[in-house]
């Protein structure tokens, strides 16, 4: 089944604990990029990439970065989390050729305290 | 800048009446765009794009390259279109998705 994998789905974590949500494609995209998803604020793009070894900052990018080693995965890394990182975070991928859509992970429910 | 502008960040309409969710764009080249739909508690879904012409679930979108616009269209309302939409443009070239904020449709029965 054709799909985004994101990993975990919910996450409580500390000030200052790294961490790393995952987030896998089996569609063969090229295209991968993450949002977070807050009340009143939408969706806000943080990194996207366009292809292995390919990334770019998105609106939201401070405090978050990711890496494209491989063209399946794309992980969100949050160095040094802060209590404002709380929020609902999505990947999504697609491939880079018109008329085509994003695919979306189920999300990731992270908590900061 | 924002590229992708939705107006309204609630709208509540009555179940029945006529629906619509506006989004405008600003973007220089020819873009892709497209309506995603978000129910309570589950991803993001497509709902519409621009270049098929289609009608999911009794929406249509129109899009307006002299009002910059491709606004989200229905006659008759449903409760179980109560949902958060979110319009998107992708471009062409830099193949990048933008979203707009995102507007919450509430229908009331």
């Known amino acids: 089944e054709a799909q985004v994998t994101q990993n975990p789905r919910y996450l409580i974590t500390v000030t200052g604990k790294k961490l790393t949500v995952t987030c896998s494609q089996n569609?063969?995209?090229?295209?991968m990029s993450w949002y977070r998803q807050d009340p009143g604020l939408g969706l806000r793009q943080i990194y996207y990439?366009?292809?292995?070894?390919?990334?770019d900052k998105g609106d939201v990018p401070e405090g978050y970065k990711v890496s494209r080693k491989e063209k399946r995965n794309f992980p969100l890394i949050l160095e040094s989390p802060s209590p404002n990182q709380t929020s609902l975070y999505f990947c999504?991928?697609?491939?880079?050729?018109?008329?085509?859509?994003?695919?979306f992970g189920q999300g990731t429910r992270l908590t900061v305290v | 800048a924002q590229r992708v502008t939705q107006p309204e960040k609630l709208l509540s309409v009555f179940k029945g009446a006529p629906v619509e969710l506006k989004c405008n764009y600003s973007?220089?080249?020819?873009?892709?765009l497209f309506w995603y739909v978000q129910y309570s508690r589950q991803r993001l879904q497509l709902l519409l794009r621009?270049?098929s012409r289609e009608s999911i679930k009794g929406f249509t979108a129109d899009l307006n390259k002299g009002e910059t616009s491709f606004h989200l269209k229905k006659p008759f309302a449903q409760e179980e279109d109560s949902a958060m939409y979110y319009c998107?443009?992708?471009?062409?070239?830099?193949?990048?998705?933008?979203f707009g904020p995102g507007t919450r449709l509430s229908v009331l029965p």
């Open positions: 999504a991928s697609s491939y880079s050729t018109v008329n085509t859509e994003a695919f």
């Open positions: 569609m063969n995209h090229e295209y």
């Open positions: 990439s366009m292809n292995v070894e390919v990334t």
């Open positions: 973007y220089s080249g020819s873009p892709e």
């Open positions: 621009h270049i």
């Open positions: 998107a443009l992708k471009e062409n070239y830099g193949q990048n998705f933008v």
